[in-house]
């Protein structure tokens, strides 16, 4: 056992530890594939309900889903913020279970070509599509009336090799001309080193509890000064720390938190209906929505394990699902959708039309994922194992004083 009782002491139950949270996982799995589900149905929404998203009041006045607590199954900036939560908590989670340097280094030498993959490979396909004049965004903004089909981000100059040029440094950028969702690749990005540093820093304070968290949540305030959603990386971390120095389930405080989660996450700003009780302003609005984001993971980490092949099945399944998913769904619903709409004039049809076809498409880019993802993983393992050899032997060979 070990003696501190303050210090995150997983690493005597390696076994245990990995096998209770290989199903904590699929859990979280099934979170981000139900959230880049909810993203897709907003951007749908934008496009072909715009009266129902309530952030058009100049428009269409006060009706929408404002106020309404049921908000929150279809805001996708909610989803995004849950995202940034589940990224610190995941990427920091393995290594507080049992710390290696190896580790560490592999996932930040990996991250942003396991990311930058499958964003240019979405980036070649809008390029694709406006190539061969696919896009009818403007037609059916003519229809809907939508401000968001009216102004998409479309690229200056369309080419192949801007195409890839967006894709590979949106992470540096934060440039989404030929695909709008790609914006969060920066914060992702961003966020992920903060995570990765402050996992050293807990390796320094050698896992002390407290201490730990302490130091995570300056880096918090520090990150949310610079951009407000960057906080939510630390505390996913922070989530990730507590769950594995005290690893628990709950049935009943999992579902508590949950709902309260989604309860904030679907504040919209607007003191309306069952949130006639909240503030106005920006960022306390950003406040309230992050803060039920991670009340979101943490319910989510809380529960007991999915249990059962075909729970374990849908998990990996909308988890394999959900960056595809996410990536491929704008460019789709700016060309099928929206030729959808212009044909039918059914804003239900071209909806369904879209989310059809980006479910299915997410199936087939999830194996490119996959391999990519596996790729990377073969790549980063050889490239951190011959920094770390080379690191021991300069360390054997310096002359030792005395």
């Known amino acids: 056992m070990v003696s501190n009782p303050r210090t995150v ?51 269409y006045g006060d009706f929408g889903a ?37 580790s560490l280094l592999r996932g930040a030498i990996k991250r942003w070509p396991r990311l930058a993959g499958p964003v240019v490979a979405s980036c070649i396909l809008a390029f694709l ?45 934060g440039e989404s001309s030929y695909d709008n969702p790609i914006w969060t690749m920066h914060l992702e990005f961003v966020g ?7 996992c050293v820093l807990a390796g320094w304070l050698r896992f002390d509890l407290v201490w730990s968290l302490v130091s995570i949540g300056v880096a918090g305030v520090v990150a949310y000064s610079l951009n407000r959603p960057l906080i939510l ?4 971390m922070a989530l990730a720390l507590l769950f594995v120095a005290r690893p628990r389930s709950s049935r009943l405080g999992g579902w508590l938190l949950f709902t309260a989660g989604l309860f904030f996450l679907g504040y919209s700003g607007v003191r309306e209906g069952v949130y006639s009780w909240g503030w106005g302003g920006n960022a306390t609005t950003l406040c309230i929505q992050m803060t039920g984001a991670g009340l979101v ?70 194996l490119f994922n996959e391999r990519w993802t596996t790729l990377t993983d073969r790549f980063s393992a050889g490239l951190a194992g011959l920094l770390i050899s080379r690191l021991e032997n300069a360390r054997s060979s310096a002359p030792r004083a005395g």
Not at 31 to 58: K, M, N
Not at 192 to 198: G, P, Q, T
Not at 233 to 236: M, N, S
Request: glycine share 8%; proline share 5%; aromatic share 14%.
């Open 129 to 173: 599509l406006f190539h061969f004049d696919c896009m009818r965004f403007d037609e059916a903004a003519q229809l809907t009336h939508s401000p968001w089909l009216l102004a998409p981000h479309v690229p200056d100059h369309i080419s192949f090799m801007d195409a890839v040029r967006v894709g590979a440094t949106t992470f540096f950028t």
């Open 192 to 198: 992920s080193y903060v995570v990765f540093a402050l």
């Open 9 to 59: 002491g997983i690493f005597v139950n390696g076994e245990a530890v990995s096998d209770r949270d290989k199903q904590k996982g699929l859990s979280l799995e099934a979170l981000r594939g139900i959230a880049a589900l909810v993203v897709v149905f907003w951007h749908c929404a934008l496009a072909f309900f715009p009266e129902v998203t309530g952030i058009y009041p100049e428009t």
């Open 66 to 102: 404002r106020g309404d607590i049921f908000y929150v199954l279809m805001f996708g900036t909610g989803a995004v913020w849950v995202f940034f939560v589940l990224s610190g908590f995941v990427l920091s989670r393995g290594y507080f279970a049992r710390p290696r340097s190896a």
């Open 233 to 236: 990386f630390p505390l996913g």
């Open 297 to 366: 993971v943490a319910g989510t980490a809380l529960l007991p394990p999915i249990r059962g092949r075909r729970m374990d099945a849908f998990a990996a399944f909308v988890g394999r699902l959900s960056f595809p998913l996410y990536l491929v769904h704008v460019p789709l619903i700016w060309s099928i959708g929206s030729a959808t709409m212009v044909a039918t004039d059914s804003a239900f049809l071209a909806t369904s039309a879209s989310v059809a076809v980006s479910i299915g498409l997410a199936m087939a880019f999830s």
